[in-house]
């Protein structure tokens, strides 16, 4: 017989085993204790478990339902200045908190991802090349890096190294008085990216070079002459700085080759000493835009301001007049400046997209041939690229009109509906 004792612990109950009882170890594995089941009698256990409570549930079942969002109902919808309020944030230590500006819904830009932004990014790498794009922080990466194929994309490459001379205060390129020196493969490497890449039309640019003798003029047109040379029918836009104003320079670039040269004025002249470099001036960057068109009258010439720096309508209305005036600009485009960081000078005013559709068509009624305006408009944009490869490519086929019509007996030039280069017939407002 096994004598047993019961013995309640922590609700179970326990039966001591006498060790004279116990069977040899090759029967049974010997324990300090062997549970055995509970009686009916035993004491229930009377601890109860409450289910934490489903808080982001709770709330998401007692929330809208998708009914809701989908009604169609017009009453409910926001209108124009409901959808365009800028809402603002109290941020910072309790006692210090200071209120910001949200940034608006129409400036937002989706995360950069995709096969095709992949490739570029590793092409660029494996030819130590780098482009404005990422340099800038530009929003607009993910759509002009992330087309169907490579040959739908745009990207601006950054030519003399990403560290620049100068230090604007809207830029984040980075900034230092001894930058490395140029490689001097880069121009050949560029072409052939460019040329593998197979696009009908490519912008280069490059930082401020004012620790060499022709600011990187040479090094520039060398790069062009290059991509020239793998692929004639592929259009070169030029976006250069001012080269510490030596228009020497700026005719070497201008007879390189290229198709568009760009130089950005940035802002209104009243608003240049405390935006841009001390050593960049408003009067400086229309005379590098005169002489590239006067180096090169058939070529198209181009700049950018940003808003949202705090101009006047009076300081834009003279920017353009001067532009079409002094310099005979092509091309303006118009784009909301965006703070890259804290160190940077803040934003002081979102401006509503409708305000930059007045101003493109203010800019077209001043006589530009092509106005890019928006939010997210930077100089090298997307749709303003294709709107000029459409300018040049009618030049081209006018220009070859002409050069038939001159071998062609009169009367057979009288029957033949010829080609015109007047730039009228390109509607800018399309």
């Known amino acids: 017989m096994i004598r047993r004792t019961r013995l309640q612990c922590m609700n179970q109950t326990f039966a001591f085993v006498s060790p004279a009882t116990i069977p040899s170890s090759s029967a049974l594995r010997s324990f300090a204790t062997v549970a055995t089941e509970s009686s009916s009698s035993t004491k229930p256990n009377t601890r109860t478990h409450t289910r934490a409570p489903t808080t982001f549930k709770d709330r998401l079942n007692t929330g809208p339902a998708f009914s809701e969002f989908v009604s169609g109902n017009a009453s409910e919808l926001l209108g124009p200045e409901d959808a365009l309020e800028l809402k603002t ?9 200071k209120q910001i500006t949200r940034l608006p819904e129409w400036l937002k830009t989706p995360v950069p991802v995709g096969e095709n932004f992949k490739k570029i990014k590793n092409d660029l ?29 745009t990207a601006t490459i950054m030519l003399m190294g990403d560290t620049c001379t100068r230090g604007c205060r809207f830029c984040s390129v980075k900034t230092s008085r001894a930058p490395p020196p140029l490689d001097p493969h880069e121009p050949e490497h560029t072409a052939e990216a460019l040329s593998r890449w197979g696009l009908g039309y490519v912008v280069l640019t490059s930082v401020d070079r004012d620790d060499l003798a022709d600011g990187g003029a040479r090094h520039f047109a060398e790069t062009i002459r290059r991509i020239k040379h793998k692929a004639p029918s592929m259009l070169v836009e030029a976006l250069t700085g001012d080269f510490s104003g030596d228009l020497a320079m700026v005719t070497e670039v201008a007879r390189s080759g290229l198709d568009v040269y760009a130089h950005n004025v940035e802002t209104v002249e009243a608003l240049t000493p405390g935006v841009r470099d001390r050593r960049a001036t408003f009067r400086q960057s229309l005379a590098v835009l005169a002489a590239a068109k006067r180096a090169q009258p058939s070529l198209i010439t181009k700049t950018s301001i940003m ?11 003279a920017a353009l007049r001067d532009l079409r005036a002094e310099a005979a600009v092509d091309v303006v485009t118009f784009g909301q400046y965006m703070r890259p960081t804290k160190r940077h000078m803040k934003v002081e005013q979102y401006v509503d997209p409708a305000v930059f559709e007045l101003w493109r068509q203010r800019a077209l009624d001043l006589g530009f041939l092509y106005c890019a305006s928006g939010p997210l408009v930077r100089s090298s944009y997307k749709a303003g690229e294709a709107f000029i490869e459409n300018v040049l490519k009618k030049r081209a086929a006018a220009a070859a009109a002409e050069s038939s019509t001159t071998t062609t007996s009169p009367l057979a030039a009288s029957a033949e509906p010829g080609g015109t280069s007047d730039e009228a017939s390109f509607d800018a407002r399309d």
């Open 89 to 97: 944030a109290m941020v910072g230590p309790k006692g210090k908190q």
């Open 125 to 153: 790498r494996g030819l130590n090349l780098h482009t404005v794009c990422e340099e800038a922080r530009c929003p607009n990466i993910s759509d002009c890096w992330g087309g169907s194929d490579k040959s739908a994309a």
């Open 307 to 317: 808003l949202g720096l705090g101009e006047t309508e009076e300081q834009l209305w």
